[in-house]
Nanobody
Framework: QVQLQESGGGSVQSGGSARLSCVAS????????MAWYRQAPGKEREGVAA???????IYGDSVKGRFTISQDNAKNTLYLQMNSLKPEDTAMYYC??????????????????WGKGTLVTISS
């Protein structure tokens, strides 16, 4: 098992930047697909970005060119750099991991492990 803890949420002005972090603990010796999801009030959860064990990234259409997913294996930490933030980026952001390390379940949202989330609020 792996435990995930997000941080870095808060209030940001439109056009600004923020970086989310997700620290993994537990069985971090194996490879995982790592991903970020978000859920805005009244909306369904959506995939934001994913990073598979080969280093291949997947981005949602709404964040392409603005968000970057990365990880520091030495720190067991996943990051989401968010630039040019918009009010519609306001959501609870969740870190997730899956044992299928090529991210085959990312698009369906069927990830094995989830963090509790961190709230990002973008003001106009």
């Amino acid at each position: 098992q792996v435990q995930l803890q997000e941080s870095g949420g808060g209030s940001v002005q439109s056009g600004g930047s923020a970086r989310l972090s997700c620290v993994a603990s537990g069985n971090t010796s194996r490879k995982y697909c790592m991903a970020w999801y978000r859920q805005a009030p009244g909306k369904e959860r959506e995939g934001v970005a994913a990073l598979d064990s080969r280093g291949i990234t997947i981005y949602g259409d709404s964040v392409k060119g603005r968000f970057t997913i990365s990880q520091d294996n030495a720190k067991n930490t996943l990051y989401l750099q968010m630039n040019s933030l918009k009010p519609e980026d306001t959501a609870m952001y969740y870190c997730a991991a899956d044992i299928y390390d090529y991210c085959s379940t990312y698009r369906s949202g069927s990830m094995d492990y989830w963090g509790k989330g961190t709230l990002v609020t973008i003001s106009s």
